[in-house]
């Protein structure tokens, strides 16, 4: 597994030594970053392995998706055609991907998102899905840190102390392990199993060989979309769309808006744009308002604009 020649391309090593093959790795922590609002486009891919408790490997590699880039991805990730032209295509890297995650404990932030990405492009290509359980470090920090504002990798990891450079792919996958082992830390975990266990937190499952592999959710209260019969309500200034695009996006899967904050309201989207201030103290009406809902005891959530777009896209 360590031992791959793509792996090896990118790799920052956390130990002295190389990972043996036939190593146990404890879970693998992933990210994609991708070229458009297809999920289907992945241009960037992070893998975290840690063994024995212990990051022991980080990397990350390009992907050329053979598609274009939109411009609030490139604005998000910093990735544009020029940046993946010579990168391997998906199928190029699916092999890597196979022997990294196949049987494996997965971890990933928002992680509807993240195994939408994996299943679409392998669908795409019509390449085998990798059999794996994943463990949505998103759902695990609602349910260890419920007094954070936010859940997203933004908030989450800085709140615990983790330095990184959020929306790049090595980065977001390195601070999703550091999520996760944190995680198991707080409730005297040394495993995710018996993290889960502590927290009551069931992993859905990846199946194996078929890229319409099936991933059972059984972390929702509901079958369908994560924003149907949701309330959004959004602030500050969107870069990807207008703000009745949102408004009709949100209803699209089953959701609605609403133009105030209540305590009905379960997330406030902040645009990125306006995101950076939220974590360094700045408070728009809104976002006041929901602060002061959240100290009252009322669940509404505040996620960044990147956030919402990756809930939209699962």
């Not at 050329?64 to 940046?83: H, K, M, W, Y």
């Not at 299943?119 to 949505?136: D, E, M």
């Not at 099936?214 to 309500?233: K, M, Q, Y």
């Amino acid at each position: 597994m360590a031992d791959d020649t793509m792996l090896q391309r990118h790799r920052r090593q956390r130990s002295g030594n190389p990972i043996p093959l036939g190593t146990l790795v404890d879970f693998v922590a992933l990210d994609f970053e991708t070229a458009n609002r297809s999920k289907a486009s992945i241009c960037a891919v992070g893998i975290t392995l840690v063994v024995d408790g212990e990051i022991r490997l980080a990397d990350s590699f390009l992907v050329n998706p053979e598609c274009t880039f939109d411009s609030f991805n490139s604005a998000i990730n910093g990735l544009s055609e020029r940046d993946v032209r010579d990168a391997p295509t998906l199928p190029d890297a699916w092999p890597t991907l196979m022997r990294v995650l196949d049987g494996a404990n997965v971890c990933a932030h928002s992680a509807r998102f993240d195994i939408g990405a994996l299943r679409a492009s392998a669908a795409r290509y019509n390449l085998p899905c990798p059999a794996a359980s994943i463990y949505c470090t998103r759902m695990i920090a609602q349910r260890v840190w419920p007094e954070l504002p936010s859940f997203g990798l933004g908030v989450v990891a800085p709140s615990l102390g983790i330095d990184f450079n959020h929306h790049q792919a090595g980065d977001d996958a390195e601070a999703c392990a550091k999520v996760a082992l944190a995680a198991q830390r707080h409730v005297g975990a040394n495993t995710l199993e018996g993290l889960a266990a502590a927290i009551q937190f069931r992993p859905s499952r990846l199946s194996q060989g078929s890229n319409q592999g099936l991933i059972v959710e059984v972390n929702e209260p509901d079958e369908g979309h994560p924003l149907s019969g949701r309330l959004l309500c959004f602030t500050g200034s969107l870069y990807s769309m207008t703000r009745d695009d949102a408004h009709a996006a949100v209803q699209s899967v089953g959701g609605d808006f609403r133009t105030s904050v209540s305590k009905k309201v379960d997330f406030l989207v902040i645009g990125d744009a306006d995101f950076i201030g939220f974590a360094d103290g700045q408070r728009t009406g809104k976002l006041t308002k929901a602060i002061e809902l959240r100290d009252q005891g009322a669940s509404v959530e505040i996620i960044s604009e990147s956030d919402f777009l990756a809930l939209l896209a699962s």
